[in-house]
């Protein structure tokens, strides 16, 4: 059955580390996978990434897939505190979208 | 530009109540989805919709029914609530098909049945 595995489930960090979060997958029809933050509401993306071994980066976000180990990592570099949020991450198949149980962020002062 | 616009954002049913989830998109998107969220599950897909007149089963469909009205809205049917079924419901949307292109998701509804 497919599959996507977050982790870890929660993280409480300071202001200023560095963060790392994994996503595993084991999906049949892959077609890419995705990062979502989601504070209160609705989940908001942040990258879509197709190809292995190319980084996509937004500010102090970035991520990186390795198709070879089915696998994507999400790095926070110098965290604050509006860092805090739930980091979903998603593989989209063919039609639809399978998600992990998402890591729960806490970037404490 | 409100992108996907859900109603209600919070409802509180008695199980065996009916109750229908409103979803309306204004990107022109060919594809809306529902999922709900539940602790420690992430979003789990329930129907979805690849095109206007097309509806296809996704993870949890049981217990549930939708109707892809138009192009812009989406609905998801609850016939008879039941407590398994309170949850964060979003509703989401998307253009399948073209590269690059991610699902806009909506505020969510929160809905509880006792």
């Known amino acids: 059955e497919d599959k996507v595995v977050q982790s870890p489930l929660s993280l409480v960090v300071h202001e200023g580390d560095t963060v790392t979060l994994n996503c595993s997958y084991e999906?049949?029809?892959?077609?890419?996978l995705l990062w979502y933050k989601q504070e209160k509401k609705a989940p908001t993306f942040l990258f879509m990434l197709t190809s292995s071994g190319i980084e996509k980066k937004s500010g102090r976000l970035s991520s990186i897939l390795d198709k070879k180990e089915l696998s994507s990592i999400l790095n926070i570099t110098a965290t604050q505190t509006g860092d805090s949020a739930i980091y979903l991450c998603a593989v989209e198949r063919n039609n639809d979208m399978r998600f992990g149980a998402g890591t729960r962020l806490t970037v404490k002062p | 530009n409100a992108g996907v616009t859900q109603t209600p954002k919070f409802q509180v049913l008695k199980t065996g109540q009916s109750m229908t989830l409103q979803c309306a998109q204004d990107?022109?998107?060919?594809?809306m989805y529902w999922y709900r969220q539940d602790p420690g599950m992430g979003l789990r897909l329930i129907y979805y919709?690849?095109?206007?007149?097309?509806?296809d089963k996704g993870e949890v469909p049981n217990g549930y029914n939708v109707s892809r009205l138009n192009k812009r809205e989406f609905s998801l049917r609850l016939e008879s609530a039941a407590p398994s079924q309170t949850s964060v419901y979003f509703c989401a949307s998307s253009d399948v098909g073209r590269s690059n292109q991610p699902q806009h998701f909506g505020d969510g509804t929160r809905l509880s049945i006792l």
């Open positions: 999906v049949t029809n892959f077609r890419s």
């Open positions: 990107m022109n998107h060919n594809s």
């Open positions: 919709s690849a095109s206007e007149g097309t509806t």
